[in-house]
């Protein structure tokens, strides 16, 4: 007796902003989908994300669906930068908008899916003790998800409060009188900090690598400008939709070494008074050309001399080992200026490496700093961890781990050989992390609804990579990221933020636009590079 109740046409991991657009658009077309997700809510990095100062550095009116027209007239912004929990209150709107909870089982790790050859099918099952049985299967598992705890000698024995910024607790946490280290100046580091020394009695920022960061300016979105918006959506979607990086912003239509040192000055004022990562998109050969990146990089380097009032301490927050924005820069709202406060130190861990974590602080090779508590922020196993940490087994029981022992490889981002009707939704060899993700999970998902639906009218029940297409795709990939200066930065885009982890440049760096063109060539080239059956 087939076992209907566990039976579903698509099985979606995840209810972040990917995972909820796909229930959305696979139950539109009138499938049966089940959604598991390991948080008790919807919302993905949101909901998990709640460090003080958390802020998406996207613009809030493009960081936001398109696929309603009606949600996206409906809801108003209220600044520029949307905090963590006003972007957690939307897709909390968006999932009672279009009953979306009640396709989820929450609190629900899957912990492995199994493809079955001869029945064509996934089974899926999870921390809950489920099994269920889909046609498809859609892991839209999160790129910044899984969590990196270092192993540093001692971490478990802390005896003070502890967290990681990635796992943020729900109850409130107290920092007046506390005496808090940081360990971490990536994005999330970047953004707590300031906020904590607001109350702490004293701030310990252990920094192993610096990080370039532009204020964010941001503000409060007046009524005319919310206006204005909502009027000319759809031009701001098409832009962004066909742009590199999925909002509507172009840089200067010339180089940074083709125009004369006051024009390069002038374009760099606008965009450090505009504020956020987009500087590094000023001008377009800034992350391909080093000369060019010189220029932008050396212009940032002054403004953090300006706004560190201490030289010594100002020279320690400049990098020296990549270029500007190869590493996403980071968009904050008063970090540098923290260091001119009393209650504010800087560890700088290349001169004073960690030895190791006791019950009651800290322990540098310069010595013992007592601590109340202690925030990791230390980032992600990013864009493979989630992944990975699910046991997946496409055709014969291979598993996805061995598939990927190299490093990633996909097609398109979104289909791996050997694992038949199984998508990844912003996965490696996408743009997606590269880009505004939430056009480009939408991208995405329309992409996989489109495929499906050929699928049903050319009569076949499977459909997956083939290994050329892979191997073809990745060193696409490859060929674009080496054309760049990307891979000269010991990033979390290379995974070489991992102990271990295979040096591989995951992200697809052509952009969303160009990247959308090649992958609906594919699909009206009768989904060219996949096997249907
Ligand atoms: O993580 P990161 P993140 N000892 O990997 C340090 C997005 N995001 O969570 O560089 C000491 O960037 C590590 O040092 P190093 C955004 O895309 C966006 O901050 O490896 N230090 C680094 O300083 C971002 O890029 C937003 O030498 C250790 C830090 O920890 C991505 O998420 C906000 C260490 C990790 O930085 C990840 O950002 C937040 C160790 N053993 C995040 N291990 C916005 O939208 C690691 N570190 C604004």
């Known amino acids: ?65 398109s696929f309603d027209e009606e949600l996206q ?4 912004w209220s600044e520029r930068f949307a905090a963590q929990d006003e972007i957690l209150r939307y897709l909390g709107h968006v999932a009672n908008r279009h009953d979306l909870r009640s396709a989820y089982e929450f609190s629900t790790r899957v912990t492995a899916a199994d493809y079955d050859d001869r029945s064509g099918r996934w089974t899926v099952r999870t921390d809950t003790a489920r099994t269920v049985s889909a046609r498809f299967l859609v892991l839209a598992t999160g790129v910044l998800s899984a969590t990196n705890m270092p192993e540093i000698p001692g971490r478990d024995s802390f005896a003070g409060e502890l967290y990681h910024t990635g796992a943020w607790p729900h109850h409130g946490v ?12 990536g994005s999330s580091g970047i953004q707590t900090i300031p906020v904590v020394a607001e109350t702490a009695a004293r701030v310990t920022v252990f920094q192993r690598s610096p990080n370039y960061s532009i204020p964010a300016r941001n503000r409060p979105l007046p009524p005319e400008f919310i206006a204005d918006v909502k009027a000319g959506y759809p031009e701001r979607r098409r832009l962004s939709r066909i742009s590199g990086g999925g909002t509507p912003n172009s840089p200067h239509p010339r180089g940074a070494l083709e125009v004369d040192a006051a024009e390069r000055t002038r374009i760099y004022d606008q965009w450090w008074e505009r504020g956020g990562y987009l500087f590094a998109k000023a001008f377009p050969d800034q992350t391909t050309n080093l000369a060019a990146n010189d220029t932008a990089r050396e212009y940032v380097e002054a403004k953090i001399r300006e706004l560190v009032h201490d030289p010594e301490i100002a020279e320690q927050l400049i990098p020296d080992d990549h270029p500007i924005g190869t590493k996403r ?37 310069d010595g013992l700093r007592e601590l109340d508590m202690l925030i990791f922020a230390t980032g992600f196993d990013a864009m493979t961890g989630s992944l990975s940490r699910i046991d997946l087994r496409g055709r014969d029981g291979r598993t996805l781990r061995d598939a990927w022992s190299a490093g990633p490889r996909t097609y398109l981002g979104l289909a791996v050989s050997g694992f038949p009707n199984m998508f990844v939704v912003s996965g490696p060899g996408s743009p997606s992390v590269l880009a505004n993700m939430v056009l480009t999970a939408e991208q995405h998902v329309d992409w996989i609804a489109s495929c499906l639906d050929y699928l049903d009218e050319h009569r076949a029940t499977t459909i997956e990579a083939s290994e050329d297409a892979v191997t073809e795709w990745v060193a696409t990939c490859n060929a674009n990221a080496a054309a760049t200066l990307f891979p000269a930065a010991n990033s979390w885009y290379l995974g070489a933020n991992i102990p271990g982890k295979p040096r591989v440049f995951m992200p697809y760096v052509g952009g969303l636009g160009k990247y959308r063109a090649i992958c609906d060539d594919v699909a009206s080239d009768g989904y060219r590079g996949f096997v249907l059956d």
């Open 329 to 365: 820069i980071v968009t904050d709202s008063g970090y540098f200026e923290a260091y001119n406060r009393e209650n504010v130190e800087l560890v700088n861990l290349r001169r004073t490496p960690i030895t190791e974590i006791t019950p009651s602080g800290v322990r540098t090779s």
């Open 73 to 76: 007239q409906e809801w108003t």
């Open 174 to 185: 107290e920092f007046e009188g506390k005496r808090v280290g940081v360990i971490g100046t």
């Open 1 to 65: 007796m087939p076992d209907v109740e566990n039976s579903f046409d698509a099985v979606v991991v995840g209810a972040g902003i990917a995972g909820l657009y796909a229930v959305h658009k696979l139950r539109a077309r009138g499938m049966r989908v089940r959604g598991f997700e390991s948080a008790a809510g919807v919302g993905g990095t949101w909901y998990h994300n709640r460090y003080p100062g958390a802020r998406c550095d996207v613009e809030s009116i493009d960081y936001s669906y």
